[in-house]
């Protein structure tokens, strides 16, 4: 099964940026709408963007303007640009394919901390 590995958090300050990797282990990426969701302590996991094999993206009404997803199919790479980060976009940030069978798929994720 294809794995995928997120990389680039840390702690920031508000209105810094970062890019955050997702990186997976077979070109079988390139066939996946990917998606990036984000979960904060104590709260419901939230999808945030989405791109599809052709690049065609969606971003969640409170990232949008401010996030940007993108991916290198050559790389079997997706990636997350974060600009004007705050402290509400503290969570651990995680990515997969947006499909049912994917369902219950979670990688590690990586953390992004928001603070002063």
């Known amino acids: 099964q294809v794995q995928f590995v997120e990389s680039g958090g840390g702690l920031v300050q508000p209105g810094g940026s970062l890019t955050l990797s997702c990186a997976a282990s077979?070109?079988?990426?390139?066939?996946?709408?990917m998606a990036w969701y984000r979960q904060a302590a104590g709260e419901q996991r939230e999808l945030i963007a989405t791109?599809?094999?052709?690049?065609?993206?969606a971003h969640a009404d409170s990232v949008k303007g401010r996030f940007t997803v993108s991916r290198v199919n050559t790389k079997n790479t997706m990636y997350l640009q974060m600009n004007s980060l705050q402290p509400r976009d503290t969570a651990v940030y995680s990515c997969?394919?947006?499909?049912?069978?994917?369902?219950?798929?979670w990688g590690q994720g990586t953390q992004v901390i928001v603070s002063s």
């Open positions: 791109i599809t094999p052709d690049n065609k993206t």
């Open positions: 997969k394919p947006q499909a049912t069978n994917w369902r219950d798929y």
């Open positions: 077979s070109t079988s990426f390139r066939i996946y709408t």
